[in-house]
């Protein structure tokens, strides 16, 4: 890096998180007027890095130069008065509130009152100062439109203008393309060029490495926090892929395309009597919508089968788990059983169909926080044990409360307890509790086994195959498939909105998961 001006350069740059070392003495330079990618699985480094150079967290060893002076960035306010600015995924806006008022929020154009001499806000000048802003990247956004009326790519540009608005010279974009469906993807790839084009500094992270052919002038690869190449120009993405991995994918990818084909035909015997579970998930058609999936997602499950459903960020995963359960209002599922094909428009109507889901954030979404075990395990399934007069049996509900506890080895003081006394694991089991006391005979799992400790996720893991083996069925979503590779029979791997492999018998390992959801289809259309 020497000879070169950089507006930002990190030397050595080193973050231990108890027994984890998430960085080790990564060197990056950031020049104006060119992209930097930055490529690495899951766990690799990317957001650590992002977060020291952003003054989100302080480095415990290493060097930071702006503008050739060493600085310490001790906090997000002194990075950003430094002109170094982070766009994320999904930017903080006041969805209530107008563009205009969004790009300002915190730094609004004021001057104190002839009169009372008390903070006026000039409107006037912050239109003047956008205009522009909005001229060059969105001439079509009306200033004074609320952000939430807006489309995921708009208001993704709404962050990006809030930046340059304020001064920004290094904008770091953190999957700025992830959850969009192509035309707009397309958009904000050209918003990059014309960044580039404007002078500014831009860190890409991306899973989706098929973009850095096109915008980048240098990719960084990190792997296990190490720094492990540094490419110039615009390389291609298998060759990424294997600087990621620390091998190369070449081996795999007959396989995987082999299992691309297999999915095909996977899916045209999805209508066969011997698929007891078939799903088709079909989006909305509003354009505002944020996701990849454009078109009907299908998949089957099997009684007696685990599958793991898995992809990079904002590949779908998510929505389609979600939207099976019917918790995405607007999209349209179809699924079909031995008692034949019915619409799926509310967790109300898959509930009634036997199927059960956990979130993926138990304390947010799933743990009902002020109540007991009791009702917490036994909401679900009421209806089973309340009388024709609407009168709630206790007495049964306390046997079968009590016989689920001991059966999944729920360490608890006694079912009246509050929930949240209990460990993260023991609150996990309560959850998958719920849906086995209901009758489910089918489970949609999201990380199931996240935020518990060692011992609670090999209890979970017993759990789920027990389920399997008396006949259940599960759909398990996770990023982390490795750990239920011993449970599943196959895995169903996502990438832009569509299953594009799935994997089974001695294919179905950690690498050509990996190998499936980064390498680009050869088939195209990507």
Known sequence: ???????????????????????????????????????????????????????????????IFVDGQETHLDSVQTAQQLGIRVVHQVPALALELSVLDNVFLGSERVRAHSFLRLPWLQRKRMKEELRPLLDRFAPYLNPDAPVISLKAHERRLVGIIKALANAARVLILDEPTAALPSNERVRLLETVEMLRAQGLAVVYVSHHLEEFEQ??????????????????????????????????????????????????????????????????????????????????????????????????????????????????PGWTTVFTDSTGRHTIASPHD????????????????????????????????????????????????????????????????????????????????????????????????????QGIDVVAKTEVRYILDSFARQGGAALIVSTDPAEFLSLATRALIMRRGRIVAELSGSDLTADAIADAALLPSSGGGE
């Open 215 to 328: 915008l980048a002038d240098e990719v960084v690869v990190l792997r296990d926090g190490r720094l492990v190449s540094h490419e110039l120009g615009r390389p291609k993405a298998e060759k990424i892929v294997t600087l990621m991995l620390g091998r190369d994918p070449a081996a795999s990818v007959n396989h995987v395309e082999a299992s691309r084909h297999q999915q095909q035909k996977s899916v045209e015997r999805l209508s066969s009597p011997a698929v007891s579970f078939h799903f088709e998930v079909t989006p909305p058609k509003v354009s505002h919508y944020v996701t990849e999936i454009e078109e009907t997602v299908r998949f089957g499950v099997n009684a007696g089968e685990i599958v793991i459903l898995t992809g990079l960020v904002g590949s779908g995963v998510t929505e389609t788990a979600e939207a099976a359960f019917g918790r995405r």
């Open 1 to 63: 890096m020497a000879g070169v001006e950089h507006v930002l350069l990190g030397r050595g740059l080193s973050k231990r998180y108890g027994g984890v070392q998430a960085l080790d003495n990564v060197d990056i330079g950031l020049q104006l007027g060119k992209v930097i990618a930055l490529a690495g699985q899951n766990g690799a480094g990317k957001t650590t890095l992002v977060k020291i150079i952003s003054g989100a967290v302080q480095p415990d060893s290493g060097q």
């Open 350 to 449: 898959a509930i009634a169909l036997g199927i059960g889901y956990l979130p993926a954030d138990r304390i947010n979404e799933s743990v009902l926080p002020d109540l007991s075990i009791r009702v917490n395990m036994s909401i679900a399934s009421l209806g089973q044990i309340t009388g024709l007069l609407g009168r709630l049996d206790q007495n049964a509900e306390r046997r079968r409360v009590e016989e689920f506890g001991k059966t999944l080895q729920i360490r608890r003081s006694h079912d009246d307890q509050k929930v949240t006394e209990l460990s993260g694991g023991n609150q996990q089991k309560v959850m998958i509790a719920r849906w086995l006391l209901s009758g489910s005979r089918f489970l949609i799992l999201n990380e199931p086994t």
